[in-house]
Structures are given as C-alpha cells and as structure tokens.
C-alpha cells in the first residue's frame, strides 16, 4: 500500500502502554457450576504495536478482551486503558471510556443496513456529538480503499468491503486502542489478509495499537507479538510471530496438554 504525504500528522508517539490487565481473574457461576474463565492474568499491551491473543476454545482470549475493553466486569485484579482504572467506573462512565477510548472490530462487521458505508463509519462521533476530523477521516478512507464506496449500503458491499468500512469505523475516532475479536471469522482468505494488512499498517503508518483475538496462525503473524492462553492463564509470549512459529508454538501446547 502507498503511504501518502500525510499520513504522519498527528499521530501519538507509541511509547508506553495503552492498556494492562494486572492479576486479573474473571469467574463465572458459583459452586458446582464455578468457572474461573480468567486465573491472575497479568499482561500489558504497548502503544503503537499489534498484538494477538491466541489459545483453545475455552482458554480465555474472547474474556480477556471483552474485560479490557469494559465489556465485561471483573471478579478481582486491575484493567486499566491508559491510566484509567476500569473496575472503579460505572456504566455511564464505561459507555463514555469505550466511545472515546476504544475502538472495536468483531467477526460481524455490525453495520446498520439502513446507513451508507460514511455514515456506518461516522455513526460512534455522530451518537457521541463529535464532529470529525475531516483530514483524518480521508487519510482513514483512503488508507481501507473506501474512497469510491461511501455511499453503498452495506447490502451493496462484498463481505470484505463491509469489514473495511468496520475497520475505517475503529479508526475514525482516534481510539486509544482498538480491540479486535476474530475480524477475518466470516472472509475469505484474499478479504482477510486484505484486513489484516490494513490492521498492521494503521499500526506502523498511523501509530495505532492493535489487540487481536484470533485462532488462526497466518492472522497472528501480521502482530507485531502473540500472547498464548490456555485454561484461564498467560502460558506464553512469542515475539516477531511467524505462521509456523506459532503453529509449532500451538502444537507444542497440543502435546503438553495431551502427555501432562
């Protein structure tokens, strides 16, 4: 992809971190049906990087994700966005932190069917009162290769175009993080690897910071690190991902499970 002259402005120095979970646990139920979906997980994502999270079904990434974005409560530990403690909010002050904060890309691209692809991509500013950065939403469009879809609807748009405008809509308001639960689930491998790369790129062209759940090797490879989960815990931290690294990682995983 070109980088066009503007693509610098205003982008935020990626130093430091965006998020971290710090001995976070997360239970479901009581009693017989208890289940300790997260066990003291403690991991911190840094600003400006792309990072997947990576594990069984079962193993917790989906509720990592969902307590870090304040999606979910926690049952004891710290999640913090920025230096904002998430367990100390309440759900007004939840809404606004996610509105403003976070942005979000998840397998169903979530579009309204009765808006066009800019408005789908402005709706979060336009329910929060905010006026776009008009430079920046060009920069945004251009760079997901909407500039010539913007007024389709979403039943107008091949599956991969929808996940664009999706991925445009995580941007546009200049989150602190952008969390992103399996967003190429529902594409095919062209579409996926189309977002991926647009994911990777707001990451080292707009200095965005990324953290993807996903199941699949290839997808974790575009991340910049891959954090593994298995049974509620942080097992793992694979730097500089490569496919077969990661599948000889998943596989290795595989066999202590079997043979422990």
Known sequence: MSQP????TGLRAPSGFAARATELTKVYGEGETRVVALDSVSVEFGRGRFTAIMGPSGSGKSTLMHCMAGLDSLSAGSARIGDTELSGLGDRQLTTLRREKIGFVFQAFNLLPTLNALENITLPMDIAGRRPDQEWLELIVGTVGLAGRLRHRPSQ???GQQQRVAVARALAGRPEIIFADEPTGNL????GAEILGFLRDSVRELGQTVVMVTHDPVAASYADRVVFLADGMLIDDLPAPTAEAVLDRMRLFDTEGRTS
């Open 5 to 8: 002259a503007t693509l610098t």
């Open 157 to 159: 748009l091949s599956g």
């Open 188 to 191: 095919d491998s062209r579409s």
